[in-house]
């Protein structure tokens, strides 16, 4: 019996033990390598629909504060802070998340997440309206969707590619895949204008509001950056997820097992690839513009940095990672000489994974253990 | 009674305290509004494959602070630097950061060409500040959807190669190779040269585009056909050096012609065997090191005397050196002429610098109807001097070098790798 | 690989070299050698870089992403010590030594104490290579900086049949490629160090119960690695000039050489070497705008149908 024929018996069974009065039946760990505590659901007999469940189980105080700092910051700060350094890190974030998912989640670090974003954002360039005459003149919301549609084909090529290799291999083909994107995008002057790229990309003015002004493009990139958090959390809950961090753990037991490793795999690249791609539109939106040297290896090198800086164990670590290295590039400058801002960088880099591999969150962690009392909650093997 | 003497001396003094205080402050006010700094955001890019040029454009806009003693119509200048690293969503964010977070009230800058696009497009979305270009040179800047508060005072690309094509002429070489960089900046050079060499009846047979930053020439010399006369070199001074080792030792012996960055002292310093054979090298540009002008020597000498060798200067200012001083020095004449009165969304000081005769170092300059400046170029050749040594002398200086190369709108087309084409 | 899908493979990719290759010769033969020269010149830059990349990764599993930051290193130095003595043997020394020390300070401070841990390997030389760019960029500023051929290298050689005339220095960089390739070959198939090594890669404690210390054998390696790449450093330095962003460009090609040809395969690097010289040369004579997507379309073609390379060995 396949492991797919497996679950929908379990699942179908209990479906009918439940009988049919409609009462969802109690969530079934879908593979042997379930990693952490069984789930023991306090809200399962309880009569609410489905994803209100979800919500309950997953939003706790902390949550609820975040949420409320995050909707009366820009109230509160100046309009280049909520422009350039809050929404800037919410869509670094956003593309970085997309990192963690893949290689926190998928036991797959991919160097090709900003180039994926920078597909969508010529895309969108290519097709929608820019300055320069190459563009299509598409209206914004076709546009958008075929960007978006297109940079996620593209990723799941690149996994599909990409998927047979492992470690340092699959970083270095995905290296290579950013790489040469790079070069097309520089060289090419008849799809991608070469060395000037395209200026002049702007959000549309929908509703009566312009949606480059700082307080609607925040309000934008903290709605997707929410989504995408959410998205994930959700994601590595349902049986694909669980038996996505399966084949991270151990391919070949679930291989045995009878789950199909590379289709895994190759969806999680599109998954990610989808959200890389909403971080794309919306970087060329922040921008107004897209040149080759928003792809370039830097960058890629930049995404793998604040995924690792916040901690590739949790959605939350991408954000802080874009939060730091947004504050740390608009504020070097004026705290030490701007040219050594890739020193300070690449120090800070360095000591996070010298001694602290988990980031920021893991640093955090082991303070809490060392100071807090419940080991339950910072037990390093949780996954949550 | 007491109480009553207490209550009228308190009250007294209180009225005392508070018309002095109210007087202080009105005179400290007033004292201080007239002297309240103003501050200039200078961006330069002090990351990346620019970063020694733009450490050299810092120099520049300092030295103008300097030669005004750091005051300008009775107001204290205040410096504010940024960087870029030549990409254009990096100096777009360094600018917004200058005009949003540090206040300033105006802007000179950025150095790259892609650069200054991406700026000129910014400086659309906020109409009361002004911003003056810093070394940025590419043509499309100023002329295709020029930005009304966005000035250049220095020359671009093309308006640096006017004179060369005549000179290549009078040397007698009809047929052109050209070899240079696949970006703005050498496709604008490119045009300025062969606008005029073309319609003098020259011939350019082959260009080869190089990628951005490769530094194996090897290909491009085997593809140099037998049959032209010069070759028009179009790279960095440090790349042109590359070129030159690698022809020599493939065995090429033609003769070059350089853009305006090629003839440097890398290039003068040269030590290979083919030395003798730069002699008669001829070139353009916005300036020249042996130009006879005594505006030229004054800024050379203070420049000399700011930043020694020893500081970290070079020998002689560069051209991002004289670009930045430039404009700087415009931005404070104008600044100068309306009294330092920022005020009215600066729309007095933007008047100012429309009509302003800007006397700088190699001649005056003033803007056209894009703000774009109409200035000087020189055509220099590499002669040997008497100690033995390489170096450029003036053969002839053009004046009134404007946008559109001399010739009619209709006529212009703004450089690409295939305009202007004539084999 | 069956017989008639190894045929298929030589057809399909044999093939069209063939084709363009009569085309090229019947058009313009002087450019087709040439060009051929140029690629396999450059290729035996590419393989000292890259045999050293191989000799740590392929036999002690230690990822080494500063390897491009160790090939600057070298140049820069030599750069240096060629400007103050004027012997270009001696700045050749002195880039081989100042990488081979760097990479023995790297191996025994930081990548000793991550053995196995690939990822995390991985990760802490891209931070050492971030900073170790910035500080050579603080050192150097980011001129450029050219290093002058010795006087015998100097001027190109003359009434060589078709092409006329090449650089000296050039052919030089042939002989010098050919010979390190023998030697490293000769090292480690012939040699008791060479044995050494590949047995305590194949089973480590065994190596030391026989009473070898393998500390000591691994960390001569990865000197001789670094080394290399501070050697190429000083020989790309007067050929391709040392500028901030070498140091990628040379990592890049080295993973490029190092993952066609197969990791731990001193022939697999000669092989991948060779095929990316001439790729690139090719590209940029016969079109220059492509040639650089051109290389790595090859390396992920060879990545997707061949994970492990061409001569690769598995793990």
């Known amino acids: ?384 | 009674m007491i109480e009553e003497t207490t209550v009228k001396m308190t009250k007294r003094i209180w009225i005392h305290s508070v018309v002095g205080a109210a007087t202080a402050a009105a005179l400290t006010s007033v004292a201080w509004a007239q002297g309240a700094p103003v501050k200039i955001g200078v961006l330069a890019t002090l990351e990346g494959p620019f970063a020694a040029g733009g450490a050299d454009g810092m120099r520049g806009a300092e030295l103008a602070i300097r030669q005004r003693g750091g005051v300008v119509a009775g107001r204290k200048i205040e410096m504010v630097r940024a960087s870029s690293n030549a990409n254009p969503d990096v100096a777009v964010n360094a600018v917004r950061k200058l005009v949003e977070q540090d206040k300033v009230d105006l802007v000179v800058g950025p150095l790259s060409g892609g650069e200054g696009i991406a700026v000129k497009d910014y400086s659309k979305t906020q109409p009361n500040m002004t911003f003056i270009n810093g070394g940025s040179g590419a043509q499309a800047t100023t002329l295709q959807n020029p930005s009304p508060n966005f000035f250049r005072f220095n020359t671009e690309g093309a308006q640096w190669m006017v004179g060369l094509g005549k000179a290549a002429v009078d040397k007698g070489y009809k047929r052109v190779m050209v070899i240079a960089e696949d970006y703005a900046f050498p496709y604008s050079q490119v045009q300025g040269f062969m606008s005029e060499f073309c319609r003098l009846g020259g011939k350019v047979p082959v260009k080869a585009w190089v990628p951005l930053g490769g530094k194996d020439y090897s290909s491009v010399i085997a593809r140099i056909p037998k049959d032209v006369d010069a070759l028009l070199v179009v790279l960095g001074g440090a790349d042109a050096v590359n070129f030159l080792n690698q022809y020599e030792a493939a065995g090429g012996d033609k003769p070059m012609m350089g853009g305006s960055i090629t003839v440097s002292q890398d290039v003068l310093n040269y030590r290979g065997k083919r030395r003798d054979s730069l002699v008669g090298t001829i070139s353009a540009g916005p300036y020249a090191d042996s130009f006879d002008g005594a505006d030229w020597k004054a800024f050379v000498a203070d420049y000399q005397k700011n930043y020694p060798v020893s500081a970290g200067g070079y020998p002689s200012p560069s051209l991002f050196a004289l670009v930045y001083y430039t404009n700087m020095k415009a931005a404070l004449d104008a600044l100068e002429q309306v009294k330092g009165d920022l005020s009215g969304g600066q729309a007095k000081y933007r008047e100012a610098l429309s009509k302003l005769e800007l006397k700088m170092p190699t001649g005056t300059v003033k803007l056209d109807s894009n703000r774009q400046a109409i200035g000087t170029t020189f055509v220099t050749e590499v002669v040997k001097d008497s100690k033995g040594d390489l170096t450029t002398r003036v053969l002839r200086k053009v004046d009134n070098v404007d946008q559109m190369l001399g010739m009619k709108r209709e006529e212009f087309q703004m450089g690409s790798r295939d305009v202007p084409a004539c084999p | 690989m069956k017989w008639g899908t190894r045929a298929w493979a030589w057809l399909l990719i044999g093939g069209p070299i063939t084709l363009f290759s009569l085309w090229a010769i019947v058009d313009n033969p002087r450019l087709y050698f040439i060009t051929l020269l140029n690629g396999l010149t450059l290729a035996s830059l590419y393989f000292i870089v890259a045999s050293g990349f191989t000799l740590v990764f392929g036999l002690m599993r230690n990822v080494n992403l500063a390897h491009g930051s160790l090939y600057l290193l070298g140049g820069y130095v030599g750069f240096f010590v060629a400007e103050k003595t004027g012997w270009w043997v001696l700045a050749l020394a002195a880039g081989f030594l100042a990488a081979a020390l760097a990479g023995l300070l790297l191996q025994t401070l930081i990548l000793r104490h991550m053995q196995g841990q690939d990822l995390r390997q991985t990760m802490v030389t891209i931070g050492l290579s971030i900073v170790v760019a910035d500080l050579l960029l603080w050192a150097f500023t980011a001129q450029v900086h050219q290093m002058d051929a010795p006087e015998w290298l100097q001027g190109p050689i003359r009434n060589i049949p078709l092409i006329k005339a090449y650089s000296a220095y050039r052919l030089s960089l042939l002989a010098a490629g050919i010979i390190i390739g023998v030697f490293l070959w000769w090292l480690l198939a012939r040699t008791t160090v060479g044995a050494m090594i590949r047995a305590g890669v194949d089973d480590r404690q065994m190596l030391a119960a026989s009473g070898v210390n393998v500390n000591l054998v691994f960390a001569v390696t990865f000197m001789l690695g670094a080394g290399l790449a501070g050697l190429g450093g000083v020989i790309g330095a007067v050929e391709l000039s040392m500028v901030p962003g070498e140091d990628t460009r040379l990592l890049l090609a080295s993973l490029i050489v190092v993952i066609v040809g197969g990791m731990g395969s001193v022939v697999g690097a000669a092989l991948g070497a060779v095929i990316l010289g001439l790729a690139e040369t090719y590209g940029l004579a016969y079109a220059p705008t492509y040639s650089v997507v051109f290389t790595f379309v090859i390396l992920i073609l060879v990545l997707a149908f061949r994970p492990r390379g061409i001569l690769g060995k598995p793990a």
Not at chain 1, 161 to 180: C, D, K, P
Not at chain 1, 237 to 245: I, K, W
Not at chain 1, 323 to 342: C, G, H, M, P, S
Not at chain 1, 343 to 368: C, N, Q, T
């Open chain 1, 1 to 384: 019996m396949s492991a797919a024929q497996w679950r929908r018996a379990m699942n179908g069974g209990l479906r009918h033990a439940a009988g049919s009065s409609g009462q969802p039946p109690v969530r079934v760990q879908a593979s042997a390598v379930a990693s952490g505590a069984a789930a023991v659901d306090p809200y399962a007999d309880s009569d609410a629909p489905r994803w209100l469940k979800f919500l309950w189980r997953t939003l706790s105080a902390r949550h609820v504060l975040t949420f409320g700092l995050a909707l009366v910051f820009p109230f509160v700060a100046t309009p280049f802070f909520t422009f350039q350094v809050a929404a800037q890190a919410l869509v670094l974030g956003l593309i970085a998340l997309s990192l963690t998912f893949l290689g926190g989640y998928g036991g797959i670090v991919s160097l090709a997440q900003m180039s994926v974003a920078g597909m969508a954002g010529y895309a969108l360039a290519i097709l929608g309206a820019s300055s320069t005459p190459i563009s299509l003149d598409w209206p914004w919301w076709l546009a958008v969707i075929f960007a978006v549609l297109i940079a996620t084909v593209c990723a799941t090529v690149i996994g599909w590619l990409s998927v047979r290799t492992e470690g340092i291999y699959t970083i270095m083909i995905t290296l290579a895949f950013g790489v040469a994107f790079y070069y097309l995008a520089l060289q090419n002057y008849t799809l991608f204008n070469g060395f000037q790229g395209f200026q002049k990309v702007y959000p549309p003015h929908v509703l009566g509001v312009n949606w480059r002004d700082p307080l609607p493009f925040y309000f934008l990139s903290l709605f997707w950056a929410m989504a995408g958090y959410f998205a994930v959390k959700w994601i590595v809950r349902t049986p694909f997820g669980v038996a996505l961090q399966g084949v991270r753990d151990n391919p070949r037991r679930m291989a045995a097992l009878g789950f199909n490793v590379v289709a895994h795999r190759v969806a999680a690249y599109a998954v990610a690839g989808f959200m890389a791609a909403i971080g794309g539109v919306l970087m060329v939106w922040y921008n107004g513009l897209i040149t080759p040297g928003s792809v370039n290896t830097g960058w890629q090198i930049n995404i793998l940095v604040i995924a690792v800086l916040g901690g590739m164990r949790h959605p939350i670590g991408a954000f802080l990672g874009a939060i730091i290295f947004v504050l740390l590039q608009t504020f070097a400058i004026d705290l030490i000489d701007r040219e050594r801002f890739n020193l300070v960088i690449g120090v800070v880099f360095l000591a996070i994974v010298l001694f602290s591999p988990d980031g920021l969150l893991g640093l955090w962690a082991k303070l809490r253990r060392r100071f807090g009392s419940d080991p339950s909650v910072t037990s390093p093997s949780h996954r949550q």
